[in-house]
């Protein structure tokens, strides 16, 4: 099922190299980097995880992230991280962004402008030097699947030729490394404004609130693995939790919203009803109305009036 225009990939698997919980300011690069992509309007947004896993899932507990781990955490290549993170977004996105959790200074506005760049493959250039994060349009996704040559990333976009568009871009942070302290609090100020934003918390409400962005990811994953135990683990939610929201969604709105086929201790076999998917796609084209609206006023209110 498609479920938006742009879905994203956080590179954090590798226990050798990767930093996601490395502080920048007051928080770790990985929510650095998930802010940024919300900001630029990307769901879902997909950590594929190894380096401190649990801290990382505890860490973006809240922020709508679908977790996915990489079973060779202690030598993976990254290159291995964009696959799979590729091989889960296919079908479900227009187009993808890719970064490693090690890249974290990028801004939104950077990001917005990528996205919205027509090519195959569109990376971005500061100062005549190549950074992330990537994008790539979903038709590209079997092209590099079936990429078995060495060099990684770098070597299968190098020979993409004119299918790949580079984008100059002012933003230094596209190349700013997490293994470079004093490179990233030089460039924090900037990087702190570049994210103020509002944050605009979308839900449906009757005497109490019944849906929000949570159960939204969770119906997405029901749909994608077609099992609750496999949908909860990969959003860190407890199975019980999980019922009882869609339980109570159910009671709110008056119809089935997912499916039960009961079957052993791995949950069955569940998906979302005709209905449900229905009710799924129409939320998400209405956040994402709210979110372009609520960026526009935000910016000719607050940022164009020099007010912040």
Known sequence: MRISHTGGIIAAASKKDALPLLQVGTIPVIKRIVISFQQAGIFPVVIITGADELEVKYELNGFG????????PEHPELFDSVKLGLSYLRGKCER????????????????IRLKNT???YVTPVYN????????LNEAAVPEVLAFEGTGGLRAFLAAAG????????????????????SELDSLLPCHNDAILHPHVHVTI?????????????????IDDTRNMRRACDSMALSYGKAWSMINRLESEIGYQVVERRHGGNRGGNTSLTGRGRT???????YEENLF?????????????????
């Open 128 to 135: 005549g030097c190549g950074g992330h994060p990537v994008v």
């Open 65 to 72: 992230c679908v977790f996915i781990p990489n079973e060779h």
């Open 205 to 221: 409400d009757r005497e109490a609130m019944f849906f929000d962005d949570r159960l939204k990811l969770l119906l997405f994953l």
């Open 162 to 181: 004119s299918r790949r568009v580079r984008v100059q871009v002012q933003d230094p942070g596209i190349l700013a490394s997490a293994h470079d302290g």
């Open 96 to 111: 993808i962004v890719f970064t490693p959790v090690n890249v974290p200074m990028f801004t939104p506005e950077t990001l």
């Open 292 to 308: 372009l609206q609520a960026q526009y006023s935000f910016k000719s209110m607050f940022i164009d009036s020099k007010i912040l």
């Open 118 to 120: 027509d090519a195959e």
């Open 279 to 285: 009710f799924l796609a129409a939320y998400q084209k």
